[in-house]
């Protein structure tokens, strides 16, 4: 089975760093159970909105990202099992590329990179799932999809969703796994 596996919001705690990067410049105390939807720059006032949005333009931005729990141990399970890839936007920030190609380096370091995708559009994937949290790109998929929860996600519908990577890991690290289960 061919896998594809998203950074930001995926494996990669990215919306908890834009709120950290906001409490620290703002000296705010801003929670991510604070926010019921949309990105963090919906939620601060108007006037620190740009700063937030300028975060993924600033150096160390995606190098000073948390893993997201669970998320290493249940890729490296994954990809001894299937024929797994990272799929990440990494064309629009042009920092992050190389960014990106850094941090996975640090905490995913069983992933070659060869299995490392660092592109634009992801409709032009063929395989069998991928994993994501912006629908935009699970919509175009042709193959089966989870939609991986995020505040800024709370209000998509049609999609089956997981909220961890304790959930993936019981979808798809299950022996009996078939895609007609997802
Ligand atoms: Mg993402």
């Known amino acids: 089975m061919t896998i594809f596996v998203d950074m930001d919001d995926v494996l990669a705690d990215t919306f908890g760093k834009h709120i950290a990067w ?19 720059y919906d939620n601060v006032p108007e006037a620190h909105k740009e700063s937030v949005r300028q975060h993924a333009w600033t150096p160390g931005f995606f190098t000073e990202l948390e893993p997201l729990p669970g998320s290493i141990e249940v890729m490296e399970a994954l990809y001894h099992r299937h024929e797994v890839y990272v799929a990440t936007a990494a064309t629009q920030f042009p920092n992050s590329l190389k960014e990106k190609s850094i941090w996975l380096a640090k905490y995913f370091p069983f992933i070659d990179w060869q299995h490392q995708i660092m592109c634009g559009h992801k409709f032009i994937l063929r395989g069998d799932l991928l994993i994501d949290d912006r629908t935009y790109n699970l919509e175009k998929f042709k193959g089966d999809t989870l939609l991986f929860t995020n505040p800024h996600n709370s209000t998509e519908t049609g999609y089956k969703r997981v909220s961890n990577w304790e959930e993936i890991g019981n979808i798809l690290l299950k022996p009996q796994y078939e895609l007609s289960q997802i």
């Open 22 to 40: 906001y409490n620290r410049d703002f000296n705010q105390n801003l929670k991510r159970d604070d926010i019921i939807s949309g990105e963090v």
